[in-house]
């Protein structure tokens, strides 16, 4: 199963936000989802409002679905969070796909084919090098992870950190992702604190995941 149009979802909600200053409000210190996970950012980010935009963006993905799961996978995704902070922009988006409306479920076995599709969907809208993969697991939940240096093809004047994190919970799929212009904001990213299915709350990405081992 390799829902890409869900990562491209990722993409459309988040690329426009790194050109322009959108209205915004203060980030609450934890974000909560109805599928079962929270995760915490920075009280400096600002949380952005889709809702206006998104059926635009909806309709934009699923127009460009090629199959009947794509299509399926493109209006059953909700936006759980957008978030922005500096100028130029660095922009976190989360993405959640619930199985009561995709109507299929997945387990672990499916992450590697589902975080997969994140590079053929970001290459839509980024030129994409030096990509890094990696797997871990926090508490009983299997986690897919790739770290990118990547341009914006509409804006190619900054270089970002493109990082996109996979899971799949019991009541649905979830996709963190990062358009990091630096440092500073990719280890925000990284750190948020994030509980999955009740379990206790870890950093998202454990800072040994792309350290080469011995």
Known sequence: MKPCLFTILLVLCGAPLLAQAPVSSPVPITHSSDI??????????????????????????????TSADE???????QVALTARHGDPASV????????????????????PDFGSGASEGLRKSFTLADSLRGDYSLGTHSMWVERARGVL?????????????????????????????????LETFEHGAVSLDGEAPAALVPASTFVKKP
């Not at 079962?36 to 679905?65: C, H, I, M």
């Not at 299509?71 to 995704?77: V, Y």
């Open 36 to 65: 079962g996970f929270t995760y915490s950012l920075s009280s400096d980010w600002n949380v952005v409002d889709t809702r206006l935009a998104l059926p635009a963006v909806k309709q934009k993905a699923e127009n460009e679905a």
């Open 71 to 77: 299509k399926k996978g493109a209006a059953c995704a």
């Open 92 to 111: 976190v988006v989360v993405v959640v796909l619930p199985f009561d409306c995709f109507g299929q479920t997945m387990t672990a076995k499916d992450l």
């Open 153 to 185: 093809k509409d804006h190619p004047e900054v270089t970002y950190t493109v990082e996109t994190v996979c899971s799949v919970l019991r009541k649905g799929a979830v996709c963190w992702m990062a358009m990091a212009k630096d440092d500073a904001a």
